[in-house]
């Protein structure tokens, strides 16, 4: 094996060799301490951005950097205002440390940190995707009345939304997939339900279904993300859709099989 270096004039970092070597820290939690000590020292850190900096997701994040910490090499704590926590602060070092250097010791009275556990509240990642709800309102469709669905994860008409986007599009997407079913969960707990997805679904396939260069993102993690609102509200760009080369009214289910499908009469 050979090592082929660049000549270093920008875009490269200087950190301290001992992380990397340490063998107590697995490649994850190397990784992620030399990707850190790569940003500016005021650098404020947010665990949900820096996942959107890798492939791993959010929940091999936090347990790199679980291990970080209980080997010393990343702090973290509250800052609290008149009793409260208002934010959290997290320290970042290029070997272990035992104990916080007075000059970055947290200023707080000792009661306060009778409970270590609270250092990753609900506040930071909050289970908002499977929440109780009350009774089921009634919702108009098409001039229709139906009964809107639980929002539940056992309710949620996750096949009938995924048939309508494979059926539009051509693409063979599951139902089934735990990352679809997260994201499909968290908008239909914001309220939307199976007409404002297949309106999305519409409203995309005719934007984007013969661009090259967008076609790629008919997939739920764009079409089901945080956008989904301004996907669903966008000006019509006119009629169409469906798969390039089929007949797309007669793959594609109408609004009231899969009304059936899912349980809505």
């Not at 709800?133 to 139906?146: A, D, G, H, M």
């Not at 679809?180 to 519409?202: C, H, P, S, Y």
């Given at each position: 094996?050979?090592?082929?270096?660049?000549?270093k004039n920008d875009n490269f970092v200087v950190m301290d060799k001992?992380?990397?070597?340490?063998?107590?820290?697995?490649?994850?939690?190397?990784?992620?301490?030399?990707?850190?000590?790569?940003?500016?020292?005021?650098?404020?850190?947010?665990?949900?951005?820096?996942?959107?900096?890798?492939?791993?997701?959010?929940?091999?994040?936090?347990?790199?950097?679980?291990?970080?910490?209980?080997?010393?090499?990343?702090?973290?704590?509250?800052?609290?205002?008149?009793?409260?926590?208002v934010k959290w602060e997290t320290h970042v070092f290029e070997t272990?440390?035992?104990?916080?250097?007075?000059?970055?010791?947290?200023?707080?009275?000792?009661?306060?940190?009778?409970?270590?556990?609270?250092?990753?509240?609900?506040?930071?990642?909050?289970?908002?995707?499977?929440?109780?709800?009350?009774?089921?309102?009634?919702?108009?469709?098409?001039?229709?009345?139906?009964?809107?669905?639980?929002?539940?994860?056992?309710?949620?008409?996750?096949?009938?939304?995924?048939?309508?986007?494979?059926?539009?599009?051509?693409?063979?997407?599951?139902?089934?997939?735990?990352?679809?079913?997260?994201?499909?969960?968290?908008?239909?707990?914001?309220?939307?339900?199976?007409?404002?997805?297949?309106?999305?679904?519409?409203?995309?396939?005719?934007?984007?279904?013969?661009?090259?260069?967008?076609?790629?993102?008919l997939r739920p993690e764009t079409l089901f993300s945080p956008k989904?609102?301004?996907?669903?509200?966008?000006?019509?760009?006119?009629?169409?859709?469906?798969?390039?080369?089929?007949?797309?009214?007669?793959?594609?289910?109408?609004?009231?099989?899969?009304?059936?499908?899912?349980?809505?009469?």
């Amino acid at each position: 094996m050979s090592i082929f270096r660049v000549r270093k004039n920008d875009n490269f970092v200087v950190m301290d060799k001992t992380a990397l070597h340490d063998d107590r820290l697995s490649w994850k939690a190397k990784g992620i301490i030399a990707y850190m000590l790569s940003l500016p020292d005021d650098w404020t850190f947010f665990v949900e951005e820096l996942a959107t900096h890798a492939s791993d997701g959010e929940d091999s994040l936090r347990t790199g950097l679980k291990e970080l910490k209980r080997l010393g090499y990343l702090h973290r704590f509250p800052v609290k205002e008149n009793g409260k926590i208002v934010k959290w602060e997290t320290h970042v070092f290029e070997t272990p440390q035992e104990e916080l250097p007075e000059e970055i010791k947290p200023q707080q009275e000792k009661p306060d940190v009778e409970k270590p556990d609270v250092e990753k509240p609900d506040v930071e990642k909050p289970d908002v995707e499977f929440p109780d709800v009350e009774n089921p309102t009634l919702l108009s469709i098409n001039n229709t009345k139906y009964l809107s669905l639980l929002s539940n994860k056992d309710n949620v008409p996750f096949a009938e939304i995924i048939e309508y986007l494979n059926q539009k599009a051509g693409t063979s997407y599951r139902a089934t997939s735990k990352k679809t079913k997260q994201l499909i969960t968290a908008r239909w707990n914001e309220g939307f339900r199976l007409d404002d997805f297949m309106r999305v679904i519409d409203n995309k396939t005719t934007e984007w279904l013969n661009n090259p260069e967008w076609s790629k993102y008919l997939r739920p993690e764009t079409l089901f993300s945080p956008k989904f609102e301004g996907y669903l509200n966008q000006k019509a760009f006119g009629k169409g859709g469906g798969a390039s080369g089929t007949n797309s009214a007669a793959l594609t289910p109408s609004r009231e099989e899969l009304y059936r499908k899912a349980g809505i009469k």
